[in-house]
Nanobody, 124 residues
Framework: QVLLVESGGGLVQAGASLRLSCEPS????????MGWFRQAPGKDREFVAA????????EYADSVKGRFAISRDIAKATVFLQMNSLKPEDTGVYFC?????????????????WGQGTQVTVSS
């Protein structure tokens, strides 16, 4: 099992930027896909962005395209989420996740390990 530790959340004003990081501990050789999901109060967890470790293929939710950028460190399997032009509707707990397959990256069922989450709050 992989333990994921997220960092980088915080409270910012609309239009600001934040960079989230997620670092796995333990054996990471089976990590193929890495993703970010978020959950706003009273809402279901939703997909934000994902990246394949090997070739860097990315997927983004329509709501964040052009504002967020996901990247990774291949060797460490660390995943980053650069969030620019933040909006109040981006507020939520952000979770990173890793999975052993290169399949359907937007589905939470593709991921086997999850972090505890980091709070992102965007004020208007």
């Amino acid at each position: 099992q992989v333990l994921l530790v997220e960092s980088g959340g915080g409270l910012v004003q609309a239009g600001a930027s934040l960079r989230l990081s997620c670092e796995p501990s333990g054996d990471n050789k089976n990590i193929r896909s890495m993703g970010w999901f978020r959950q706003a109060p009273g809402k279901d967890r939703e997909f934000v962005a994902a990246i394949r470790r090997r070739d860097g293929t990315t997927e983004y939710a329509d709501s964040v395209k052009g504002r967020f950028a996901i990247s990774r460190d291949i060797a460490k399997a660390t995943v980053f989420l650069q969030m620019n032009s933040l909006k109040p509707e981006d507020t939520g707990v952000y979770f990173c996740a890793t999975g052993p397959q290169n399949g359907y990256m937007t589905s939470p069922t593709s991921y086997t390990d999850w972090g505890q989450g980091t709070q992102v709050t965007v004020s208007s």
